[in-house]
């Protein structure tokens, strides 16, 4: 079956079954990931894939299927078993019905990316980035490019129809100067031309350079410029705390605060997936309502939250489009830019740090946003207004909602941001951020 | 009615045409279903099959896998096509040529018989069941005035069926039945505060592992101990103290600074730009990490555990692995591509947990063994400590030296004796710095369930991680500040 009559097929079949209602989506991926470490390509992965979802109400009970077999029969069973659990299921919270169609979607978002004839690119720009990071300085690059065409087509028993392609190219790459002497950079960007291998691989080779012969770093608080690598893993977290299902859960640093100022006035975060340059960008969500440009952090104020039909209903007011049918989620992330480039932010620090990315980012509370994040890769010493050297060994141990207040300034210089650690992609610039924690192990 | 073999025939025959000189193909059908409840109310109810196959193939040198849900001979060939073609296409840019270990491959069929299969348990009885629990966590905070706000719990149950054949003469067949249970709890109190547990329990058998766990009484003692430790909780001790980890923080740390650095693809770099690399180099065997008493094994063998498989997905056959032998590094975990760079064998490492990801080297059920001292035996020798029963966070770097993991259920120690509740008392210590430090592991081997992840794109693969309560001597509490 084609996708367009799998998803009538299923959304019937769903009204037939007893659902109230039903919304099914069709995800179709063109998939290809070259690996690169030690300078040389470890894996070409390629994947041709079609994914079924079904998720239907029975009044207010609600089930998903997911399958990969696209047989009738298969999509039959998906469908019979997602309304035998709905109907199985004891009454739950809110009921919302999914919206009701048609809408219209934006032309412009209905094909986003350039696809064609590109993928036989991607060696050559592997090869390139390994280049420029080794004549950089490092000794040793690793890292992925992946490029990804998805198409969607997505029906509804309300009269959602609509589909839509997008591709996008994503860039990875870690340098070494030596095994702890690191430098990471990635970016992702919807048109294969805006993706500079030797220009990631400069960057990413230049900051293990500097990062070479660190010395201990003492734990203690700093004011910090975290670069955008950082920023975006940090405003990824923030926009995931915004998610309504997480603050109705109790999960989130954010509950309660609605319309509070968390920020200072000068910093907005925006989620914009209406744009089609915007990675991430795409015409209507997993309900099929049209995007939506959605200020988060709206001067420095915490304008909303992130919701579906369903979270919108409990909260009483209206979706922001930005459904996951179960938990809603940001598609396109924007954090404002300054004026000045990350040497200006460095300059107005006295006696700090200059973190250049960071991993394993864990909650020691997610409700109070105690968290902790291990910093990788170039770390820096500041003093003065200026970078006097590198160090290493610290852990970043804070309050996200403390650390939001505490940002003093962003660079005018933003980067598309997403790599292993950050799913979203982000347009990051560095930030200043005044007063934060660093522990280091005790022995 | 498709007929797996004969694709999964096809493409081998494919590939060897096309100038494969290794090739492995993969069909995996993940068929399972789960259930979230969000503070007391029934979220979702969902149901996945994913099924489809994977395939390795080696041409020029240069690796390439592909994955489809095409189970057609068409879609088979064309997905042969594609694998080829992008590894041939990568060849010019591929520095060290991939082989694969010569190994006795596996001709075998596995299956985990459930005593209690998932589909005969009535989907409303598990409602009922997840309701009885939440309620349980609830009402057993309350005397202490401590309101649990946030309550996530999940129950899901899976089976995976998988079929592998090589170019090489592997063909292993294996059922494999899975279920686990997580729970995410946050407890908050008007005057003290918050605090926040999670934990996950998994086996690889049926219905019968969720009775057996009694998860009413984990969530009531659960809810019992975030309102203790939040009402009653002191500030850690500041100076110098010995330490008793319980089997929990035991089977974390395991996992986390002696399975993942001693992965054989971390250490050549091939995770570089994503999870990491390692503290340890190919030449570290030998290398003393930790006192004479520690001794840390991964064996996927394990009877009814969730990272079980007696095969892995290079149809090389499972056994126990000691990763730290007696204090020092032991053997890495490899599968056919790292045994075959390195000139040693593969240790059945290459696990892949869907059909559409490729094969590479993970853990399975990491433990440190247990040693012979009782509970009683461990604390009586303690003047002045801690007990930091189980965790609320940790992290670790990506060379796996520098750790953290913060208590959720502690108590001070004072003269051999348990004393009052310690508050998010952290470990931040390196790897070698805590396993040094244990002069003691006492006999009450547990077992806890983790999805681990790793890969990129990333998989989330079923592990155990186990532990005996241990105790370390004179290590300080923290993490340090100026």
């Known amino acids: 079956m084609k996708a367009e009559d799998i998803v009538e097929f299923a959304v019937k079949k769903a009204k037939s079954a007893g659902a109230t209602d039903a919304v099914s989506q069709v995800r179709e991926t063109d998939w290809a990931m070259i690996r690169f470490t030690n300078n040389g390509v470890t894996v070409s992965k390629v994947l041709k894939d079609t994914s079924v979802e079904i998720f239907l109400f029975v009044k207010e009970k609600r089930a998903g299927s997911s399958v990969s077999n696209l047989s009738e029969k298969a999509i039959e069973k998906a469908v019979l078993d997602a309304a035998k659990m709905a109907r199985m299921s004891p009454a739950g919270g809110t009921y919302a019905p999914l919206p009701k169609g048609r809408f219209r979607y934006n032309k412009k978002l209905l094909r986003i990316g350039k696809a064609a004839g590109k993928i036989e690119r991607l060696p050559g720009l592997v090869k390139e980035s390994i280049d420029s990071a080794k004549a950089t300085g490092a000794s040793r690059v690793a890292g992925s490019l992946v490029a990804e065409t998805r198409r969607v087509v997505q029906r509804s028993s309300t009269g959602i129809k609509g589909s839509y392609k997008t591709t996008s190219y994503n860039l990875n790459v870690r340098a070494f100067a030596d095994g702890e002497c690191t430098g990471q950079f990635a970016i992702i960007a919807n048109d294969i031309d805006e993706v500079n291998g030797g220009e990631i691989g400069r960057v990413a080779g230049d900051i293990a350079k500097r990062a070479l012969h660190p010395e201990q770093a003492q734990p203690g608080t700093y004011d910090v410029v975290l670069g955008p690598m950082t920023t975006a893993d940090i405003i990824e977290e923030m926009a995931g705390a915004s998610s309504a299902f997480y603050v109705d859960a109790g999960m989130s640093f954010f509950t309660d605060k609605l319309g509070a100022a968390l920020a200072p006035s000068h910093l907005c975060l925006v989620d914009d997936p209406t744009d089609p340059s915007n990675p991430g960008a795409c015409p209507f969500d997993d309900e099929g309502v049209p995007t939506q440009a959605n200020r988060i952090l709206s001067s420095g104020k915490l304008e909303t939250y992130l919701h579906n039909s369903t979270t919108a209903a409990k909260m009483k007011t209206r979706t922001t489009a930005n459904a996951g049918l179960v938990i809603p989620k940001p598609f396109s992330l924007q954090v404002s830019a300054g004026t000045g480039t990350i040497e200006d932010l460095v300059s107005k620090v006295d006696d700090g740090l200059y973190v250049t990315n960071n991993w394993y980012l864990r909650y020691q509370n997610m409700r109070s946003g105690d968290f902790s994040t291990i910093l990788r890769d170039g770390l820096f010493r500041v003093k003065g207004g200026q970078i006097v050297g590198p160090v290493r060994g610290l852990r970043l141990t804070d309050n996200l909602v403390k650390m939001l207040g505490n940002v003093e300034a962003t660079s005018s210089k933003r980067y598309w941001i997403k790599w292993w650690e950050v799913d979203t992609p982000v347009l990051a610039p560095a930030m200043l951020v005044r007063g934060v924690r660093f522990t280091k192990p005790t022995i | ?482």
């Open chain 2, 1 to 482: 009615m498709v007929d797996i073999e004969s694709l999964l025939s096809h493409a081998l025959e494919g590939a060897s045409k096309r100038g494969a000189s290794y090739s492995e193909v993969r069909y995996q059908a993940d068929i399972g279903s789960g259930i979230m409840l969000k503070n007391g109310v029934p979220e979702v109810a969902s149901s996945i099959d994913k099924t489809g196959i994977g395939l390795r193939v080696i041409v020029d040198g240069s690796l390439g896998f592909g994955a489809t849900n095409k189970l057609t001979k068409a879609g088979i060939l064309k997905l042969v096509d594609d694998a080829v073609a992008r590894a041939k296409a990568s060849s010019p840019v591929v520095s060290d040529p991939i082989r694969m270990s010569e190994e006795q491959l596996g001709h075998d069929r596995v299956e985990v018989k459930p005593r209690i299969k998932f589909d005969n348990v009535e989907f409303d009885q598990v409602v009922e069941l997840l309701k009885e629990v939440d309620s349980a966590a609830v009402l057993a905070a309350k005397p202490k005035e401590v309101d649990l706000v946030s309550r996530m719990l999940e129950l899901t149950s899976a089976v995976t069926h998988k079929h592998i054949i090589t170019s090489d003469g592997g063909d292993v067949e294996s059922t494999i039945p899975r279920n686990s249970f997580f729970y995410f709890l946050v407890g908050m109190h008007p005057q003290r505060g918050s605090a926040q547990r999670m934990s996950e329990r998994g086996e690889s058998r049926g219905w019968e592992a969720v009775e057996a766990w009694d998860l009413v009484e984990v969530l009531r003692q659960e809810g019992a101990t975030i309102a203790k430790v939040l009402v009653e909780g002191v500030p850690p001790p500041k100076d110098q103290v010995d330490l008793l980890a319980g089997g929990e923080v035991i089977g974390l740390v395991c996992h986390e600074s002696s399975g993942h650095p001693q992965e054989a693809d971390r250490i050549m770099g091939r995770e570089a730009a994503q999870a990491g690399e390692s503290y340890l180099s190919i030449t570290s065997l030998g290398m003393e990490v930790g006192s004479q008493v520690v001794n840390v094994v991964d064996d996927p063998t394990t009877p009814r555990s969730f990272g079980f498989y007696l095969y892995d997905e290079e149809c090389v056959k499972a056994r126990k692995r000691y990763l730290i032998k007696e204090g020092r590094i032991n053997e890495f975990l490899q599968n056919r591509e790292t045994a075959a760079a390195t000139g040693t064998s593969s240790n059945a490492a290459a696990r892949a947990t869907s059909y559409d990801k490729e094969p590479i080297i993970r853990m399975a059920n990491t433990y440190m063994e247990p040693g012979d001292h009782s509970f009683d035996e461990l604390i009586g020798d303690i003047k002045h400590g801690v007990f930091i029963k189980n965790f609320t966070e940790w992290n670790i770097d990506d060379r796996r030296f520098n750790q953290k993991y913060v208590g959720l259920e502690a108590y001070s120690i004072e003269n051999g004796e348990l004393g009052v509740p310690v508050r998010n008392p952290a470990i931040e210590m390196t790897t070698v710095g805590f396993f040094k430090a244990v002069d003691a592991v006492g006999d009450d081997l547990k077992h806890w369930a983790a999805t681990c992840g790793k890969g990129d794109p990333m998989q989330g693969a079923p592990v155990w991680t186990s532990g005996p309560t241990v105790r370390l001597r004179n290590v300080r509490l923290g993490g340090a500040e100026a």
